[in-house]
């Protein structure tokens, strides 16, 4: 028996998996395992990319500590997070309950339509945004003025920059996640609404104890990778921000831990220092996405 498993492991099919599977293994482990393996240990040497590397042990992380832009970079990301991800939840799930109702005249052309922003590359979405958003010329304040509201500078103004950048972030990962709550909706058997019809729930009632409950699964993941995807926010800061240098009060109000990260190894050839960065940042991510699986079991609902 155990020589038969050594046989099919490595025998004509086991070298055909292999062969089958070593594209993807060779992208993983060149692009992924072996760039981790290599930023966990330039965290703890000074190196500009090209001279000889100089270990210098904690003193990246102990400089993170009095680093006044990544402690920004830090503050802007979670606030950014705090925006996206509830605006999010609340958006898929308003849009999931209507657009899960196959009774709607033209649904499947609404689906589309509210599907065609993930087909949109980030960069050229945040340009449009970006004209969208134009103090003398952008649609926005052009509608603002119409209530006679005075135009706002959304991506000069430091109050205003990182919500305009939060616009953008939920604007885009709404149309992923519309699509995983639909097919979460159409997923709860119409059992438990006819139980409740019969009973003589309201349509309300039936979103709060039978969608949403039945829902938090999906809501969970939702919650997951949204977190992550915003703590990794990089594209829509970059393009709002440009390439000339921004005033330090707008760089304060928008630089991300990624950017952050980006501009240390790339601008200022700190490599050391933006992978004891990126260490940092895969530390809070993983502590945040730990917790969120130890609370799951205080709201999330397995039918």
Known sequence: MKNKKISTFFGKEGTQGWLMILPNALGLLIFYLIPIVCSVVLAFYKWDGLSKLKYVGFANFQTLLTDQTFIYSLRNTLYYSLMVVPAIIILVLIFGVALANDGIFGVEKLRTLYFLPLMTMPVAATLVWKW??????????NFLSIFNIPSVSWISDPNFVLISVAMIGIWTAVA?????VISGIKGISPVYYEAAKIDGATKTRQFFSITLPLLT?????IVITQLIGCFQVFDSVSIILGGDAPPAALKNATTTVVLSIYQNGFSYFKMGYASSQSFVLFLIILIITAAQF???KKWVHYA
């Open 217 to 221: 699964p999906t809501l969970f993941f």
């Open 294 to 296: 130890k609370l799951q």
């Open 132 to 141: 969208l958003l134009n103090r003398d010329y952008g649609l926005l304040n």
């Open 176 to 180: 992923y996640d519309l699509i995983i």
